[in-house]
């Protein structure tokens, strides 16, 4: 009898410790594993990671906390959840004394925003999206609230819905609603504001820029575009469902995503690339008439289309090569150089 309560005795001590939780605190922060062995001043944790600090939580497959330099070490499958954001890495450092984190391997950080936007009818409407940073590096300053992402940074901004599955959000993902790439972007989450520096490119449905720098404040819905600022942007002609592409070089650059409004400022530079209109069989006709009258005067080089607009010509006939990404349609370039801002919407 005695033999079987040791037995039973021996079964308890050996399984208790996979089910318990060890704890251990570095600072404000409580450190807990199912399976934690400690050995000079260094635990390590193989059990699973979970390291709970104010409003934030790390988890992780495994770690290693080094209680004399306040190192904790994350390692495989890291997750560190904060109010709003998920960021997602193979390996991070918390520094404890610091309170800041360093995230390595296919660092990805996940935010959820909310702002007003225009509903077309005169009125706003709150609007949801999802914001996902991708780079090599994401280093994190909690007394700051800021985060610095480093090297290949790209964000993309989808549309996000209470709800929605994970096979809906990886779907949302293949259409951005924007599409920012730089080498170095600082967020700031009380100010929500972010800076991109060094190859910026911007791109929207209606937008493409480029710059060395781009500032983007979230509140005021604006985007600030500055050295050697660059963009092409997409708009409907006054009065038509026809677009044109309005090409702009100037000092700064200023972009309003919710109005899809642009404005250049200081040494502006711009070129307008008119399409040909609408699809419809008059469209067609006007568009042959044009085109009998541009053959008949061909060796002037000077010339007017349809409407009465000047249109220089390269010499020899051959149209200047047009920028890529314009929409399919028939272009007349039209050459404007002005040393004051402009301004474009959608009903210029």
Known sequence: ??????????????????????????????????????????????????????????????????????????????????????????????????????????????????????????????????????????EGFNKESRFLAKGDVRVIEVAYRDGETEEEAAESENSPVSDLICETLELFSNEDKGIARNNVEIITETLRATGDKAIYLNRENRMIIVGRAHAFQTSKEAGTNAEQVSELYANKIIYYPDEDRTIAVGNVQATVYPSSGGSGKGDKNKDKKKKKREKKKSGENENKDAEGIVVKKESGNSPKELPENLPEGEYLKIEDNEDTYIEATEDE
Do not use: W
Not at 33 to 43: A, E, I, P
Not at 96 to 108: M, S, W
């Open 1 to 138: 009898m005695k033999k079987y309560i040791l037995l039973i005795m021996t079964a308890v001590l050996l399984t208790a410790p996979l089910s318990a939780q060890t704890s251990v605190t570095a600072g404000d922060m409580v450190i807990s594993s199912k399976l934690m062995t400690f050995f000079k001043n260094v635990y390590v944790a193989r059990g699973g990671l979970k390291a709970e600090q104010k409003d934030s939580v790390l988890t992780a497959d495994r770690g290693i906390y080094d209680r004399e330099l306040e190192i904790v070490k994350a390692i495989d499958n890291v997750e560190v959840i904060q109010p709003g954001s998920v960021l997602t890495s193979d390996y991070l450092e918390a520094y404890v004394k610091e309170d800041r984190i360093l995230a390595r391997g296919n660092p990805k950080l996940v935010r959820i925003v909310e702002r007003a936007s225009p509903d077309g009818e005169g009125k706003t409407k709150m609007r949801k999206t999802r914001i996902i940073l991708t780079c090599n590096e994401i």
